[in-house]
């Protein structure tokens, strides 16, 4: 959430940045201010009105006391009423608004983005290849007919060494983010909708997640989790910054964005990932946000994939999020990379949400936090692309360095069944 004394002192400003990520049409900042004036006004004038309302109940009751009070009470309700209207109107409108951009965050949609990073270089091959569907039927490590009987598309189940190389990778991650420091977290998978607000997926992406009948959804990212961690908490500024990471399922409905060429395992409605989270004071921010890229970038680069990071324009960033690069892997069967992991900074905009604050020791004041996520990393594209990039003539698949020991007798490579 935006804070409202920024908007109503710097609406031009303010303005100028949010149209780098939004339709013009959608946004409408007077509105908001006009409602923050009603808002004040009525709250003045239940003030008042109640103070006068106390001043009677200090003197003798008369007829004419006791009528005063009658009116001023009713004077009250109907200004409550008018009152919770024009602050749930304020809220919604308040709720709706994206983050700002950060200055270096370009305007416009995907076609914007930038690439900031290369490592390595594409795999040449001097064979046939094939493509990661092919190549895990023959190795017998996914199947994707059961999950569908089980589950519907979208789904996959891992197999022998297919669901020990999915283990492995998590256990690769779990090693790496314990190494840098983070705690491990593993939080429940079903949020409130609280919970689902404080994070920003509420009430945008309302649609995106799966609801049970309880109004329980299931977590999207445990970036959902971890950023309610702390919610409506006070910390002590000793222990900032907060370092934490999430393994979990997570589960989207992808409505509307499922394609034909994104078969297999590119995009489904559940996948297992593990997410970085950090709660920084603000002055600490962007040195955090660079020091989860790189770690990000490390991870990634054990695996001895060939990788881009790629720099976010404005409409490509999740609505909560002021920056987000995102390191995408080389699909060799599309002809494209695929994004495993996005590192974002939210500055205050989830912390105003989930009012999650520390207290300044130079100013006194109790400040918001800055908080940010990275994948670290997400698995479902990594299997894909260690498939297709260390596929060998035979069939076979290389098992990359880093992951061998994590596997029984150290497994270095995957072979057909057949």
């Not at 920024?6 to 900042?29: F, S, W």
């Not at 950090?278 to 955090?288: H, L, R």
């Amino acid at each position: 959430m935006l804070d409202i004394k920024q908007i109503r002192d710097n609406k031009e400003a303010v303005e100028t940045a949010l149209l780098k990520r939004m339709d013009p049409a959608d946004l409408d900042l007077a509105a908001i201010i006009v409602l923050d004036d009603s808002r004040k006004d009525l709250i003045q004038k239940v003030d008042t009105l109640k103070a006068e309302r106390n001043q009677f109940s200090k003197t003798k009751p008369d007829a004419e006391t006791i009528k005063r009070m009658k009116d001023l009470g009713e004077q009250i309700s109907a200004l409550d009423n008018e009152l919770e209207k024009v602050e749930n109107d304020f809220r919604e409108k308040m709720l709706a608004l994206p983050n700002i951009p950060a200055d270096d965050v370009v305007a416009g949609g995907k076609e914007n983005n930038a690439v900031a990073y290369t490592f390595g270089a594409k795999p040449e091959f001097s064979f046939a290849p094939k493509d990661h569907v092919e190549l895990a039927t023959s190795l017998d490590i996914i199947d994707y007919e059961r999950a569908a009987k089980m589950s519907g598309s979208g789904f996959w189940i891992y197999k022998g060494a297919g669901a020990l190389l999915e283990w492995a990778l998590l256990n690769y991650f779990v090693d790496y983010h314990t190494a840098n420091g983070y705690t491990f977290i593993l939080p429940p998978f079903l949020l409130n909708e609280a919970s689902a607000t404080a994070s920003g997926h509420l009430p945008k992406f309302r649609d995106d997640l799966f609801w049970t009948e309880d109004k329980l959804c299931l977590n999207a990212t445990a970036e959902m989790m971890l950023g309610n961690y702390h919610r409506d908490e006070i910390i002590k500024t000793e222990l900032l910054p907060l370092k934490y990471f999430a393994y979990s399922p997570c589960f989207r409905r992808e409505a509307g964005s499922y394609r034909k060429e994104e078969r297999g395992m590119v995009r489904g409605h559940q996948f297992n990932k593990v997410e970085m989270f950090q709660y920084v004071k603000p002055e600490d921010s962007w040195e955090a946000f660079n020091q989860m890229r790189s770690q990000a970038e490390k991870l990634l680069a054990g695996l001895g994939l060939h990788f881009q990071t790629s720099q976010l324009a404005a409409g490509d960033c999740s609505a909560a999020m002021a920056k987000t690069v995102d390191l995408e892997v080389w699909i060799p069967s599309m002809g494209i990379y695929k994004e495993v992991s996005s590192v974002s900074n939210a500055l205050d905009y989830q912390a105003r949400r989930g009012a999650m604050r520390f207290k300044n020791e130079v100013s006194g004041k109790t400040e918001f936090l800055h908080t940010l996520n990275g994948s670290g990393l997400a698995t479902s594209r990594l299997l894909p692309a260690i498939l297709e990039q260390f596929q060998q003539a035979d069939g076979s698949v290389l098992v990359p360095d880093v992951l061998r020991r994590y596997l029984p007798g150290q497994m270095s490579v995957i072979k057909p069944v057949n």
